[in-house]
């Protein structure tokens, strides 16, 4: 393993990521200031906390909620969430009776603008065929148990739709603004695998 600029092990993925960023950078294919760029702009411009706040405010506006059915790209991008990867977005919404897991069975179809990068666990081959097989399982291997009576819904992402699960507001947050709202909310509710409410274990 090779060492960081700290002292520690990097990991071989990351160790890998370095030793390339490296080479192009010697070779003057990518500026530094521009990867650096980009990296601040998936951590502090893109990623879920734009979608926490997407589902924060279905919750708190039914307005907001009806237009998000209706068209969910065009709500999104109304609170400045817009661009590549997120052109054609459909919402999904958890309820006691249903439940949504969403996957790319093809490749790694995921919605940018409102999740940032897809995780690495999204673009795995035994995700993408569990979630279609054994979405139950899926859940399980997450450490959440839905009731038997619970329909799970299985969304494939594809270059022409990505989807967004709304996941049930949970119980005792009546009194709670959008932003505290919008913390409660995890990425992988909005992917499906943390149904936040109702089935944990």
Same mark, same amino acid.
């Given at each position: 393993m090779a060492d960081d600029?700290?002292?520690g092990e990097l990991d071989e993925m990351t160790a890998r990521t370095k030793a390339?960023?490296?080479?192009?950078?010697? +070779?003057?294919?990518v500026d530094p200031a521009a990867l650096d760029r980009i990296v601040e702009r998936y951590e502090h411009e893109i990623g879920p906390h734009n979608?926490? +706040?997407v589902v924060a405010r279905?919750?708190?506006?039914?307005?907001f909620r009806a237009w998000l059915e209706r068209d969910a790209t065009?709500?999104?991008?109304?609170?400045g969430y817009a661009g590549r990867q997120?052109?054609?977005l459909v919402a999904v919404w958890n309820t006691d009776q249903v439940h949504n897991l969403v996957v790319c069975t093809l490749c790694s179809c995921y919605p940018w603008p409102v999740l940032g990068l897809p995780p690495v666990w999204y673009k795995s081959p035994a995700y993408r065929a569990k979630a279609v097989r054994d979405p139950r399982g899926v859940l399980a291997d997450f450490g959440h148990t839905?009731?038997?009576h619970t329909q799970i819904r299985v969304w494939d992402s594809t270059a022409e739709v990505r989807y967004l699960v709304i996941p049930e507001r949970p119980a005792g947050t009546d009194g709670l603004g959008e932003e505290e709202l919008a913390a409660?909310?995890? +990425?992988d509710s909005m992917i499906g695998t943390d149904p936040l409410t109702g089935g944990g274990s």
């Open positions: 600029h700290h002292g390339l960023e490296e080479q192009l950078v010697a +070779r003057g294919l979608g926490a +706040r279905s919750w708190l506006d039914p307005e065009a709500a999104v991008a109304s609170m997120g052109e054609h839905l009731p038997d409660l909310v995890t +990425r």
